[in-house]
Nanobody, 123 residues
Framework: QLQLVESGGGLVQPGGSLTLSCLASGFNLDYYAIGWFRQAPGKERERVSC????????NYADSVKGRFTISRDNAKKMVYLQMNSLKPEDTAIYYCAAEYGQAMCVIYAMDSWGKGTLVTVSS
């Protein structure tokens, strides 16, 4: 089965930085777009960023543009989310998910999900 495992979450102060990693196994990462999503307490899950299977196209939620960067290394079967200038409102459980083919990382269309990693931004 397709498996995704997130890591890198933790406690960070406002204005700080954190890098999340997503390790993929059980499938050829070359054929999948990868998205990062997050869900804060009491709120619905939202898409944070998406990267195409080739890495040639990316997009970001307006709330994180200019602060977050998504990247991938297919040879290492890894996808990353570099988060800078973190704010308390970034606090959430962060998930990575995979979608086969020419994907747009729409929540209902994702094929596989990781179990998430918690990011807490607080003093």
């Amino acid at each position: 089965q397709l498996q995704l495992v997130e890591s890198g979450g933790g406690l960070v102060q406002p204005g700080g930085s954190l890098t999340l990693s997503c390790l993929a196994s059980g499938f050829n990462l070359d054929y999948y777009a990868i998205g990062w999503f997050r869900q804060a307490p009491g709120k619905e899950r939202e898409r944070v960023s998406c990267i195409s299977s080739s890495g040639g196209s990316t997009n970001y939620a307006d709330s994180v543009k200019g602060r977050f960067t998504i990247s991938r290394d297919n040879a290492k079967k890894m996808v990353y989310l570099q988060m800078n200038s973190l704010k308390p409102e970034d606090t959430a459980i962060y998930y990575c998910a995979a979608e086969y083919g020419q994907a747009m990382c729409v929540i209902y269309a994702m094929d596989s999900w990781g179990k998430g990693t918690l990011v807490t931004v607080s003093s």
